[in-house]
Structure formats: C-alpha cells, structure tokens
C-alpha cells in the first residue's frame, strides 16, 4: 500500500544544519519529491530523486535516498529564518501520476 | 512563464450548496492534478487529467467531480457540500509524461474553501 511517515516538528538554530527525514512503504515509487509550504500558501517543490539514484545535491539542499530501508532525507546547509516552512516529501508510481504526501514536518528557525 | 492560477482564492458558502473551482495551468502542462488539504487528513489526492481525460481519481465520493479543456484549464465541482469539505483545494500542473522532468508538479496557490 502507499503509506509515507514524516516526524511532525524539527526546530535548528540560523546558520545550523537541518535534516528532516521520511519513510515510505510503496516499493514501486519511482520518484520521490520535497515540497515546501509557507503560511496561506500552496506548495513549491524544491527538488526530487529518482528511484536509481543515492544522492542528490542542489545548491543548499542534499536529498539521500535508501531505497533498501525506503528511507529519504532532506538536509539543508546553513539554515536560514526564511527556511521556516512545513516540508512534505511524496511519492509517485509515474504508471499513475499521483503524488502521495507524508504528514509534514514543520522547520522552526531560530535566530 | 506564469505559474498555476487558481480562481477564487477565497470561498464561503453554505452546506448543501455547490462550488465549482478553476485551474489554469502553466503554458504547455497538458496535465491537471487536484489535491484536498485538510488537517487532520493531510494532502490527499482527488482525480488526474490529461488531455481531457480522466487518468486517476482518489478515494472520495461522487460528490467530487472534475474535468479538463482543450486549453487545459480544469475545474473542480464539489455538489451538496458538507462541513467536512472545507479545506484548502490545490491544484498542480505538470507535463503529464514519465521521465525526469516530466512529472514535476508544481501546484497553485489553493483556494481556500469554508462550508458554513
């Protein structure tokens, strides 16, 4: 079945490392995403790996996939206020063009 | 290039009544997706178009019904809305084809629904 699991809240200081982590559980997704929701807005995709890929870097954010332990993780390098936003990781069997989302983790950043 | 457009931003209306909900999505996205945001279920799929066919549809009743143009643009129809419907109502265009690029959805800016 689809299911993918996010923690609920992560909480760095400004200028740290964050790390927010995700699990799922459909071992035919094909791609997996990172999305970015700010207050009263929709949702702005940040990056996304492919099911044959370990890493992916782009600029600030490093997305590892380990796709044995269907585990995937976000790192943003140098945190910033302005990063402080629920993140959703999702995945797609692209057979059915339809994104699963996680619950979301809530990044808190302090000054 | 513009992004997605949803049309209105904002709703209120009364339980029992219907809404119909616009996407226009990004020049060339041939494929419309509709998502239901709520808090406690989170972002759960509704239905999937492509080149004015119904791809993918998700685990809600009939109530909610969709279609899509030959520009593209898709509506959303919810009948007989119920307290629960309310909800934050994004959509996501993309190009609709497998590979890489091709299935990167970028999504509107929702319209926020309120059943009274």
């Known amino acids: 079945g689809e299911d993918v699991e996010q923690s609920l809240f992560l909480s760095v200081r400004e200028g740290d490392s964050s790390v927010i982590n995700c699990t799922y559980t459909d071992s035919s997704s094909t791609y997996l995403y990172w999305y970015k929701q700010e207050p009263g807005a929709g949702l702005q995709l940040l990056t996304y790996i492919f099911s044959n890929m370990d890493m992916k870097q782009d600029q600030r954010l490093t997305v590892l996939l380990n796709k044995k332990d269907k585990h995937l993780s976000l790192r943003i390098a140098d945190t910033q206020t302005g990063d402080s936003a629920i993140y959703f990781c999702?995945?797609?069997?692209?057979?059915?063009?339809?994104?699963?989302f996680g619950t979301g983790t809530r990044l808190l950043v302090s000054p | 290039k513009a992004g997605v457009t949803q049309t209105p931003r904002y709703l209120i209306k009364t339980r029992g009544q219907q809404v119909t909900l616009s996407c226009s999505p990004i020049s060339g996205h041939r494929s419309v997706s509709w998502y239901q945001q709520t808090p406690g279920q989170g972002l759960q799929f509704l239905f999937e178009?492509?080149?004015?066919?119904?791809?993918n549809k998700g685990n809600f009743p009939g109530r909610f019904s969709g279609r899509q143009f030959s520009n593209s643009r898709s509506e959303m129809n919810v009948s007989t809305l119920e307290l629960g419907d309310s909800a934050l109502y994004l959509c996501?265009?993309?190009?609709?084809?497998?590979?890489?690029?091709?299935?990167?959805?970028?999504f509107g800016q929702g319209t926020r629904l309120t059943v009274v």
């Open positions: 999702a995945e797609m069997n692209t057979g059915f063009q339809k994104l699963v």
């Open positions: 996501a265009s993309s190009l609709g084809r497998r590979g890489g690029a091709n299935t990167e959805a970028f």
């Open positions: 178009y492509f080149s004015e066919t119904q791809r």
